[in-house]
């Protein structure tokens, strides 16, 4: 069965089916991130009745409606950040073509995949954890895991899986985009930046063209798509000014003209022309009504730049606002959060 038309791109409760497979699952590998889930959940009810973890922690996994209502993770400063209720139906859609064969590491893959779409990450995680059983050397699970342990704010444990998954698929550009924004928020600039030009400079390699296929985004699309090199080298250009390295960055900006035909990664294209000069700090933080993007995506590279620039006061300024965004998953709310921890903990 066929449920990619559930999965919006790139934006995630184990089903009311198979309890068996999903409780043993999720106590075997999720049990403690969770318990910590349910523990925080039952100091903030309000009628203080005593809750068993372990039964919180299946109800976490195992009802969709409730996962709406359990904090899949806290944001670095305290914050119980929640998922959203599918209302569309899509996750009981994949869940019932699940309960037909809950080993299918595909189906586990799309019923996890689909969650995202409503921030279920903590579910989604141990979908892609039974799936990494099944499968071990199947490197999409590691992938899709690691990407939402960057949601939930564990970096570390992103970077294992991501570290993993880019062992098995090392010319995708995927596991590359998501290890290096690993490193970056764990602070690893250096790491971030050579992870970058790695899969940069594998665009040229006709091995990576040759692993370009269906469900699989080579490294080579930096060379082929204009979407792809501007996401990678704005991510790459941030690290690399972290690192001192200023030529890389000019040299990465110089790639970059002016008048590409952007539309869904407008934000990280806007923040290269400000780079450049060709575009002001005031017009990215001003971009009107109708913009097709969130100040959020675009506000970090600004105030990333202004740390860079030793603008630290107008940096820390506009970090706190990003921070009150409610995109929650959004990588530049959780690039404000490390940024301000960072200086906080000075």
């Not at 002001?280 to 675009?298: K, Q």
Request: proline share 5%; glycine share 4%.
């Amino acid at each position: 069965m066929n449920l990619s038309h559930l999965i919006r791109r790139d934006s995630d409760a184990t089903p009311p089916v198979a309890r068996g497979w999903a409780s043993s699952l999720l106590l075997r590998r999720l049990a403690l991130p969770l318990l910590s889930l349910a523990l925080l959940a039952s100091a903030c009810a309000t009628d203080h009745e005593e809750v068993d973890p372990e039964e919180a922690i299946l109800e976490i996994v195992m009802d969709p409606i409730e996962a709406a209502h359990v904090p899949q993770a806290v944001s670095l400063f305290g914050e119980p950040l929640y998922a959203q209720e599918d209302t569309t139906g899509a996750v009981a859609e994949a869940d019932r073509a699940l309960a037909e064969d809950p080993d299918d590491v595909e189906l586990l893959i799309a019923a996890g995949r689909v969650r995202r779409n409503f921030w279920q990450y903590r579910q989604a995680m141990a979908l892609y954890t039974q799936a990494m059983e099944l499968a071990p050397n199947d490197w999409r699970p590691h992938r899709f895991r690691g990407h939402r342990y960057i949601s939930v704010r564990d970096f570390q444990a992103a970077i294992s899986d991501l570290e993993r998954a880019r062992e098995l698929a090392p010319m995708n550009w995927d596991v590359s985009y998501h290890l290096g924004l690993a490193y970056y928020l764990a602070g690893r600039f250096q790491d971030a930046t050579n992870e970058y030009l790695r899969c940069l400079e594998l665009a040229h390699e006709p091995l990576a063209r040759e692993a370009q296929a269906p469900g699989f985004r080579s490294c080579s699309q930096n060379m082929d798509d204009p979407e792809s090199l501007v996401a990678m080298t704005e991510w790459a250009v941030r690290a690399a000014l972290r690192t001192g390295r200023e030529e890389v960055a000019a040299e990465l900006l110089d790639r970059i003209p002016v008048g590409l035909e952007i539309r869904e990664n407008l934000a990280y294209y806007h923040n290269l022309l400000s780079y450049k000069g060709v575009l002001t700090a005031e017009e990215l933080l001003d971009p009107g009504p109708d913009a097709p993007y969130r100040r959020e995506t675009v506000g970090y590279g600004v105030a990333n730049w202004f740390l860079v620039q030793g603008d630290t006061a107008a940096a820390v300024e506009l970090l706190e606002e990003l921070m009150q965004d409610e995109w929650w998953p959004g990588f530049g709310r959780i690039a404000a959060e490390v940024e301000l921890a960072r200086l906080t903990a000075r």
